[in-house]
Structure formats: structure tokens, C-alpha cells
């Protein structure tokens, strides 16, 4: 299981990597993997801006849909546009070709709230 040292995480199974007041967002390895085969990604709140905890997508998979949360608050400000030719690359790839959204964060305060990558072992028992 794949869990770099380097990113945050939720306990809804997302990843967060800071760059300055941009976060990027993705589904973690475990995630992907509880899913199986992912056929779609679904992000219709581009330039929209949405608080903490609130729905910003869906990723659907061969045997489920499930809801994307927002790790933190503040505005889409990108979609990873691949993922609409090659969702499946969120299986392959899930911590770079595979993220889905870029958020301007709102209060980067709130990135003390998020997971370490140990903390996120616990969560998933590995």
C-alpha cells in the first residue's frame, strides 16, 4: 500500500499535497483500490467555492459510485482534465497523473486538521 510520507490525508480516503495556498486533491491507493476498476470521475463545481466536508464530485467505478469530500475549504480552481479520456488512470497513478482537483484554499488553517501519512496508516489498520 502506497501511502507517501509527504502528503495529508482525510479520513474519507483523500490525499492533499500544499503548494503555498493550493491544494491538490486525489483519492488515495487504498481508495482506488477498495473501488476496483474506475470508469468515470465526476466534477461539476469547478469555480465554485465549498467549505470543508462538502460533496465536490463523484468517482464511479465498475461496481459503485462514491461521493469526493472537500479535504478543506476554498475554490476549485482546476479539474484534472485527463481523467475524463482516461479515468482509469486514478487506478494506476492515483498521487500524480491520477489527482483530480486543485483548490485555492480559503483558511489554510485548516491543513493542521488533516491527517499524517502514520495517522492515515491507522485509519486503514495497514
Avoid at 482509469?88 to 501519512?117: A, C, F, H, R
Amino acid at each position: 500500500m502506497n501511502i507517501p510520507s509527504e502528503l495529508k490525508y482525510t479520513k474519507d480516503h483523500e490525499w492533499v499535497k500544499i503548494d503555498g495556498d493550493v491544494a491538490t486533491v486525489g483519492i488515495t491507493d487504498f481508495a482506488q483500490s477498495e473501488l476496483g476498476d474506475i470508469v468515470y470521475v465526476e466534477i461539476e463545481t469547478l469555480d465554485e467555492t465549498l467549505e470543508a466536508e462538502e460533496v465536490f464530485g463523484t468517482v464511479e467505478a465498475v461496481k459503485t459510485v462514491s461521493d469526493l469530500f472537500m479535504p478543506l475549504s476554498g475554490e476549485i480552481i482546476e479539474f484534472n482534465e485527463g481523467l475524463e479520456d482516461e479515468p482509469e488512470q486514478v487506478n494506476t497513478d492515483p498521487y500524480g497523473d491520477g489527482w483530480m482537483i486543485k483548490i485555492k484554499m480559503s483558511d489554510p488553517s485548516q491543513v493542521d486538521s488533516l491527517l499524517s501519512s502514520e495517522a492515515y496508516k491507522e485509519v486503514i489498520g495497514a
